[in-house]
């Protein structure tokens, strides 16, 4: 189960890094997913770092920190956490536009979470390979409040959206906590394929 978990919030941690903040903000978030269900918990974001944390159905905290090239997947009721490498091809971008997309269009207007939205259909093209998601652009806020994969697989939202300075002390990993170090030549791709 706990591996699940890390996986999840892996696949969390591509998805927000494919998307585009220039602001720093806290929010409720629940994420959607076909194989994995729903996963509800709070992001913090600010430059160069952003943190998942997830409660269901035990405590995870996952920090992404691109200035250390390093994401922290933190486990609190063991005091213990794994260090994986960032792939900084997947860096946040500091505008709207989505990493790798190719064609942008408004399909229509409506209220998300309380918010007034533009809703596009984006086509993103990765390698050689296109796909499309729908993005919920909030221009009240400038936010992306909800994403969702156009073949219905996954669905983002964010909720209760704050928008302001986070301090830098929710992106280190807490002390007294162990290093819980990969076995010998697993990787988290290796995980991944292995839960397959």
């Not at 009721?77 to 490498?85: A, D, H, I, L, V």
């Not at 002390?169 to 002390?175: A, K, M, T």
Request: aromatic share 10%; net charge negative; hydrophobic share 40%.
């Amino acid at each position: 189960m706990m591996l699940k978990r890390i996986i999840f919030a892996f696949f969390f941690v591509v998805l927000v890094s494919c998307q585009a903040f220039a602001i720093e903000f806290s929010a409720d978030t629940i994420m959607t997913h076909k194989n994995a269900g729903k996963t509800s918990g709070k992001i913090y974001y600010k430059a160069d770092m952003y943190r998942m944390d997830m409660n269901s159905p035990q405590e995870m905290i996952m920090i992404t920190r691109m200035d250390k090239q390093v994401i922290w997947n933190i486990m609190p009721s063991q005091k213990m956490y794994m260090e994986m490498p960032f792939n900084l091809t997947n860096q946040p971008m500091v505008e709207e536009k989505i990493e790798g997309e190719i064609e942008r269009k408004k399909l229509l207007s409506e209220i998300v979470n309380g918010h007034p939205t533009d809703k596009f259909l984006i086509t993103i093209k990765t390698n050689d390979t296109e796909h499309q998601v729908y993005q919920w652009w909030a221009t009240d806020i400038n936010f992306p409040v909800k994403n969702a994969a156009v073949d219905g697989s996954w669905v983002q939202e964010y909720k209760n959206i704050t928008l302001g300075n986070q301090p830098n002390s929710l992106f280190e990993v807490p002390g007294g906590y162990k290093k819980l170090e990969m076995p010998g030549g697993l990787n988290m791709m290796n995980m991944m394929n292995m839960d397959q």
